[in-house]
């Protein structure tokens, strides 16, 4: 079990959340220079950034300088001309270029984190040598095609079709929606559902100069203006066999690892956006005077800066731990990587509120960059899964763990997960007797080797995480099969165990950063500690609501507005 599905059990992995991982000395040589270059690059364009949000644009001249920067090779190995560098290094320069403009960012990252790095994670040596040398160079950029109209959180009801030929060739036909970078790319991951009995999807590598392949115009969006997202659509396109991913009808796991690989490059993004806005916040908040007074005199405003500071802090313990765990090997880390996500989106879009709080009336002026980096932050909790599956996945995943970890009960746990509608009754009871004895609640304190100043906040998480187990266990007991369906627990389920988790990556950074010299330190500290008695509350909050909550009147009341179809009540 991983990390955050031992939090569920009721245990803390401390030799996987502490000491706090630093960069390989690799990524950490090489990322000197590109931050520079990237700051060098994009530093002077913020008035183009702008311009191009309006136009809704990137120049053909702009995408070359991003080439010839190398930033289309961040992570493609050395031996096909790539820089190779972890995950770690690569979530930092998507953090350094998120500082200047979003757009940019995911244009980068459409290409590295899921346009291509289906072919690294899966691709044949042929399908290596045959594109990573062009994608590593930018000659291909690449795209992620996998939701479609009637297939967008349901990803896996993909309509597009490919039917194998006599000769082993597929003819793939279908439009996808929606898909960023695809109006400039050269070669799209395409997820399609194959002729084969079971009807399973299939992922395929596709070049976009092959016959029957097209894309729609620039969507005018709300933001991230300036990154193309455009239909792609394949009329009897002919895929040669040897451009198949892994192997037929694993395309939906193929989709899956790719999306929760690339998670640490949005995570990396939201966390530039956050560095930016406080530097934005702290400018405004020093120049701007009222009563007479700096308004970052006034309590109300430093409390919006510290939270950006504490959000952003552990926004960036949290994506660089899960990027750790990735680059360490580590083989199942998708709940970390989507705790991470939604963490980081979150606090992201909290920042950009605040930040532009601060600012105010000036705030709302296009002619300062708050509004844009509101609507650009805005698609981060809703692409690559939205918040809301995500949570989903993050309780329902953690749940199937601990179930199952009862061993005589696997058969039915399995069905549960694989077939909610089956299964769950032969839960109920041997859990009430198993799982108080496999949880571990009441355990001894573990977190015995940080440094006395963060031992209220460790002692929190050790209660908390006795809380999760325990609240894991009544809920499954208390729902037995229909907890599949109980998504207001499930949802309370995955907020106690993000801030579990991000609660510990800041332990750890913090407890690494406590001995620095200097107010850095000290004020790292201060931040889990912050955030250790902020988490404490939204935790004891939600376990009080486990078991007395409004569940039951906020679903009658949304089923009459659903049936009324618009608010009822008018002053007369
Ligand atoms: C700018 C932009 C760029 C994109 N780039 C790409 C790309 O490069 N490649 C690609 O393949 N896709 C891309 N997408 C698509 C994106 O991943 C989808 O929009 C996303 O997966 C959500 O699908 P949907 O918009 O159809 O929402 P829906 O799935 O229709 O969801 C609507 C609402 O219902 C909620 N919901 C859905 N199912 C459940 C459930 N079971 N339980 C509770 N709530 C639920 C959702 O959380 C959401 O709030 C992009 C989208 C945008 C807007």
């Given at each position: 079990m991983t990390v955050a599905k031992n939090l569920m059990a009721g245990r803390i992995m401390e030799d996987q959340i502490f000491p706090y991982p630093n960069l390989r000395d690799k990524d950490r040589e090489v990322l000197g220079m590109m931050v520079d270059a990237v700051d060098q690059f994009l530093g002077p364009k913020h008035q183009d950034f702008k311009r191009w949000d309006r136009e809704g644009m990137q120049p053909a001249e702009f995408i070359q300088g991003l080439r010839d920067l190398g930033l289309?090779?961040?992570?493609?190995?050395?031996?096909?001309?790539?820089?190779?560098?972890?995950?770690?290094?690569?979530?930092?320069?998507?953090?350094?270029?998120?500082?200047?403009?979003?757009?940019?960012?995911?244009?980068?990252?459409?290409?590295?984190?899921?346009?291509?790095?289906?072919?690294?994670?899966?691709?044949?040596?042929?399908?290596?040598?045959?594109?990573?040398?062009?994608?590593?160079?930018?000659?291909?950029?690449?795209?992620?095609?996998?939701?479609?109209?009637?297939?967008?959180?349901?990803?896996?009801?993909?309509?597009?079709?490919?039917?194998?030929?006599?000769?082993?060739?597929?003819?793939?036909?279908?439009?996808?929606?929606?898909?960023?970078?695809?109006?400039?790319?050269?070669?799209?991951?395409?997820?399609?559902?194959?002729?084969?009995?079971?009807?399973?999807?299939?992922?395929?590598?596709?070049?976009?100069?092959?016959?029957?392949?097209?894309?729609?115009?620039?969507?005018?969006?709300?933001?991230?203006?300036?990154?193309?997202?455009?239909?792609?659509?394949?009329?009897?396109?002919?895929?040669?066999?040897?451009?198949?991913?892994?192997?037929?009808?694993?395309?939906?796991?193929?989709?899956?690892?790719?999306?929760?690989?690339?998670?640490?490059?949005?995570?990396?993004?939201?966390?530039?956006?956050?560095?930016?806005?406080?530097?934005?916040?702290?400018?405004?908040?020093?120049?701007?005077?009222?009563?007479?007074?700096?308004?970052?005199?006034?309590?109300?405003?430093?409390?919006?800066?510290?939270?950006?500071?504490?959000?952003?802090?552990?926004?960036?313990?949290?994506?660089?731990?899960?990027?750790?765990?990735?680059?360490?090997?580590?083989?199942?880390?998708?709940?970390?990587?989507?705790?991470?996500?939604?963490?980081?989106s979150e606090a992201l879009q909290r920042s950009a509120y605040e930040a532009l709080q601060i600012a105010a009336g000036s705030g709302f002026m296009r002619e300062y960059p708050y509004e844009q980096i509101t609507r650009d932050s805005r698609i981060l909790t809703i692409f690559e899964g939205t918040n809301e599956v995500l949570r989903l996945y993050i309780a329902l995943s953690g749940l199937k763990d601990v179930a199952r970890s009862l061993g005589e009960m696997k058969a039915a746990v399995d069905d549960i997960f694989n077939n909610f509608i089956k299964g769950f009754g032969v839960l109920t009871g041997y859990a009430e007797k198993r799982l108080t004895q496999t949880t571990g609640v009441g355990r001894d304190k573990i977190l015995t080797k940080l440094p006395p100043p963060l031992r209220e906040a460790a002692e929190i998480y050790e209660r908390y995480t006795n809380e999760f187990a325990k609240a894991s266990e009544y809920l499954l007991r208390k729902h037995g099969k229909s907890i599949a369906d109980r998504q207001h627990d499930l949802k309370r389920i995955a907020d106690i165990g993000v801030d579990l988790f991000v609660g510990l990556c800041v332990l750890s950074r913090a407890a690494s950063l406590g001995n620095a010299p200097g107010q850095e330190g000290v004020q790292a500290i201060g931040i889990a500690r912050v955030f250790a008695l902020q988490a404490k509350r939204r935790m004891a909050n939600i376990v009080r609501r486990i078991t007395r909550n409004e569940d039951h009147d906020m679903d009658q009341l949304a089923g009459f507005i659903l049936n009324q179809g618009s608010y009822p009540w008018d002053v007369t």
């Open positions: 289309f090779g961040l992570i493609i190995p050395e031996e096909y001309g790539g820089i190779g560098l972890s995950n770690a290094g690569y979530a930092r320069v998507l953090s350094q270029s998120s500082t200047h403009d979003s757009s940019v960012s995911l244009t980068i990252g459409a290409h590295s984190s899921i346009g291509m790095k289906g072919i690294l994670l899966f691709g044949t040596p042929d399908q290596k040598a045959r594109y990573l040398p062009k994608l590593a160079s930018g000659e291909m950029i690449a795209a992620f095609c996998l939701t479609e109209s009637g297939a967008g959180s349901d990803a896996a009801s993909v309509r597009t079709k490919a039917v194998k030929n006599a000769d082993g060739d597929w003819i793939l036909n279908g439009e996808k929606i929606w898909i960023t970078n695809g109006g400039i790319a050269d070669l799209y991951t395409v997820f399609a559902r194959t002729s084969s009995p079971d009807g399973k999807i299939t992922a395929f590598v596709v070049e976009a100069a092959w016959p029957g392949v097209s894309h729609g115009p620039h969507e005018d969006k709300m933001g991230i203006r300036a990154s193309s997202t455009t239909t792609v659509s394949f009329v009897d396109v002919r895929v040669p066999a040897g451009n198949v991913l892994d192997t037929e009808g694993r395309g939906f796991k193929v989709a899956m690892a790719i999306l929760n690989n690339g998670r640490t490059g949005l995570g990396g993004g939201a966390v530039g956006g956050m560095k930016a806005l406080i530097a934005l916040a702290t400018q405004q908040a020093k120049t701007r005077k009222q009563f007479d007074t700096p308004i970052a005199e006034f309590g109300l405003v430093r409390e919006k800066i510290a939270q950006m500071t504490i959000d952003c802090f552990a926004a960036e313990s949290v994506v660089w731990m899960v990027a750790h765990y990735i680059d360490s090997g580590v083989e199942d880390y998708s709940v970390e990587a989507a705790m991470s996500k939604v963490f980081a």
